[in-house]
């Protein structure tokens, strides 16, 4: 059999990770599964609507769209959002990323790039250096960047029109934003995970594309596993996919992706390693909390942010975890799922 377990040494599942990774991309590219339309852009109905009427509106006017700021965790379609949007407006979508904008150069390098209605979509938004961001903050409101020419005394600021573009800014931690900077956005969304039944819909919509044969409940056994994320959802079926192929099988059905995610060691819920361990901690330690973030990620070894930006949404989402006021708790369906009884006090809560 060539399919072996995925976990890592640490316990973790790669294939449960929600950032895209080298291996998203090498077979098939991952933009060749991107939705190319608001249309075809399946789930985040409100937030759909909400873009639909803005792009109606300012293609009306003639104008640009706002400047707008997504945030939620990886994975959710953000950059597929972003290249959406460029293509409702006929206009150029260009991607870039807060950290690889160290120096002032490089963001006015792309500014004055752009086309009038361009969109400009800086993914990790909240990692903007300092510098780069005070640029960005003209450049947003007025469309004008101010640029120093020559050295020492002989420096001069000068002022450069831009033409009209639309920033989107993307992050999963729009609390590290600072105000001046999100101030400057006219939309600001949410992206929440998906429900199983729209992870189905998008699971069948790849498999179509990837032209294999997947009945209804098969795409609903993967999409259980794929912690409100398409980018996981897509990469499992890719895996049930080499499974099947092996199996010389030609219709995945539930039966069939069962077998393959419990031999890629994917859990029933999705959880990978981390999420497994916090809640162990949490009910063995600290007989299910409250327990601190930092105390967690000391236990865990995890970073104390990846935990509140990745691991807990999801957990929350689920009905596994709980933050209080004291700290976090592991909630009944999480001592269950792993195996054990909730205490007497919490029960009530199932
Ligand atoms: P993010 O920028 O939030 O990390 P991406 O936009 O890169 O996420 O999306 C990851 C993958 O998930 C994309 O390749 C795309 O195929 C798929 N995807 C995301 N959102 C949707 C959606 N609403 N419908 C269908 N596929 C989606």
Known sequence: MAIVSSQDEGGRNPLLKPQATPQDTPVLPEDSLRPRSLEEYLGQ????????????????????????LLYGPPGLGKTTLALILAQEMGRQCHITSGPSLERPRD????LVNLEPGDI??????????RV?????????????????VGKGTTARTRSLTLP???????????????????DRFGLVQKLRFYTVAELAQIITRTAQLLNMQITALGAETIAQRSRGTPRIANRLLKRVR??????????????????????????PQGLDGVDRTLLTVLIEQ????PAGLDTLAA?????????????????????????TPRGRMALPPAWVHLGRTPPAQQLPLL
Do not use: C, W
């Open 107 to 110: 963001i006015v390098g792309l």
């Open 120 to 129: 400009l979509f800086v993914d990790e938004i909240h990692r903007l250096p």
């Open 299 to 323: 236990m865990t070894g995890e970073d104390p942010q990846t935990i509140e930006d990745v691991y807990e949404p999801y957990l929350m989402q689920i009905g596994y975890l709980q933050r």
């Open 164 to 182: 009209k573009f639309t920033l989107v800014g993307a992050t999963t931690r729009v609390g590290a934003l600072s105000s001046p900077l999100r």
């Open 132 to 148: 780069t961001e005070e640029t960005l903050y003209a450049a947003m409101e007025d469309f004008r960047l101010d640029v120093t």
């Open 242 to 267: 080499d499974y099947a192929q092996i199996q010389n099988v030609e219709i995945i059905t539930p039966e069939l992706a069962g077998t393959a995610l419990e031999l890629l060691a994917v859990d």
């Open 286 to 289: 600290f007989q299910g909390g």
């Open 45 to 68: 109905t409100e937030l759909k609507q909400i873009l639909s009427i803005a792009v109606g509106a300012a293609k009306v006017r003639g104008e640009p769209l706002d400047h707008l």
